[in-house]
């Protein structure tokens, strides 16, 4: 017979389930938002690895098609939500850091009650009309930074919010108490160009530069609490490693030209946040290092329970890192391994909820931000 402290045991851990359970509905659930959160709204912008929803599969990136099938956002949500993961991503681990729900995605139409996601997967930094000019259409989706910004500012005028000189009080109610997140955006503008005569030194300069003037706007306009992600290490993306010679490789093994093409980028990126900050001394803005996160965990893998650094979870063993954009997740001729949180890499380019988590911690909670996030949320608190 077993003993009274068994079954205490067993109802402990039965209760520390269930807990978990309902905190994981709880945050993601108007009802439960404490009195004070840190923020109020979350404005969220960039392409695939932070859309919450506002593709799916018949208009998200050509070789991705399937986003709205299973095994997409089978490990938290246990349904495809149209995340190009298996499921939460940076943006949703942020949001529940937060104390906030995850966020809706522009196109649903959803109530902007805690604010809008407004990334699209496959969106580019540079406006769509120069691929289109240079014959670089094949892959791309029309949206890019540029509409994401039109998007903001009708959200923005709802509010009443025009100009800072214009609406100064309407532009402080909504950003005293709204976050400005910018995802990653830039790595499909190198992508679509790739083996084309545009130079990446080109994509480079028009890429920083469109950022540099979509930030320039939403800090104009009076946002005062800003974080912009950098580009991860392309260079350890499985398509990467498929498509790149086999002598083109760096101290990590992954490939070479890509990861620096993105370190270059963030460097001249961090720079113009650098000028930034003494352009808006009122503003606080946060450079989340992406890159350096990633590589963080491919250097200590075990750390984070990693198993495998290059090969896509989800794909088909037919082509290179189990990657065939012919046969790619989601499609009839696609499997998903058992055991996700095992890979950085879920369909060939896009990354596991292990890894999001893995990265979000490392930019949100640890030393991987400029300055730290955590510096942001102490400002905020302060300031009420």
């Known amino acids: 017979m077993a003993s ?5 045991n067993i109802a402990s851990t039965i209760f520390i389930i269930l807990s978990s359970h309902l905190i994981n509905f709880a945050i993601s659930t108007k009802t439960t938002i404490p009195p004070n959160p840190p923020f109020k709204h979350i404005y969220a912008f960039g392409d695939s690895y932070t859309d919450t929803g506002n593709t799916n599969s018949s208009t998200g990136p050509n070789a991705f098609l399937y986003v709205s099938n299973s095994p997409y956002g089978q490990t938290f949500f246990h349904h495809p939500t149209n995340r190009y993961s298996d499921g939460r991503l940076v943006i949703d681990f942020l949001a529940q850091q937060l104390f906030l729900p995850f966020l809706p995605p522009y196109l649903s139409k959803t109530a902007d009650e805690y604010g809008v996601n407004f990334a699209v997967a496959g969106s580019t930094a540079i406006i769509r ?8 259409t094949l892959n791309i989706t029309p949206q890019s930074l540029q509409t994401q910004l039109i998007w903001f500012n009708k959200i923005l005028e709802s509010k009443g919010c025009k100009e800072s000189s ?3 009080k309407e532009c402080k109610a909504v950003f005293d108490d709204s976050l400005i997140w910018v995802g990653e955006i ?3 503008d190198y992508a679509y160009t790739l083996g084309s005569s545009v130079t990446s030194t080109t994509i ?9 003037r979509f930030l320039e706007a939403i800090l104009s ?5 800003i974080v912009v992600q950098g580009l991860p290490a392309t260079g350890c993306l499985t398509l990467a490693m498929a498509l790149a010679a086999e002598n083109d490789r760096d101290t990590l093994g992954c490939v070479a030209s890509s990861n620096k093409q993105s370190h270059d980028h963030n460097t001249i990126l961090q720079a113009k946040l650098n000028d930034f900050k003494k352009q808006f001394p009122n503003a606080m803005i946060v450079y989340a290092d992406f890159w350096n996160s990633y590589v963080s965990v491919v250097k200590n893998p075990k750390k984070y329970g990693i198993k495998d650094l290059f090969n896509a979870c989800c794909g088909a063993s037919s082509g290179s890192y ?5 046969k790619t997740c989601g499609s ?9 949180s095992q890979y950085i890499n879920w369909d060939g380019v896009h990354l596991t909820e292990a890894m999001y988590k893995a990265v979000a911690d490392l930019m949100l909670k640890g030393n991987f931000s400029q300055p730290p996030f955590e510096n942001l949320l102490r400002k905020k608190t302060k300031s009420g």
């Open 186 to 188: 830039g790595a499909n």
């Open 221 to 225: 306009k009076g946002a005062k609490y």
């Open 129 to 136: 009309s120069f691929f289109v000019k240079n014959n670089l």
């Open 322 to 326: 189990n990657l065939d954009l012919l």
């Open 204 to 212: 480079q300069k028009l890429a920083i530069g469109s950022a540099t």
């Open 332 to 340: 009839p001729m696609a499997t998903s391994c058992p055991n996700p």
């Open 166 to 168: 214009t609406t100064p």
């Open 4 to 8: 009274s402290h068994t079954f205490i």
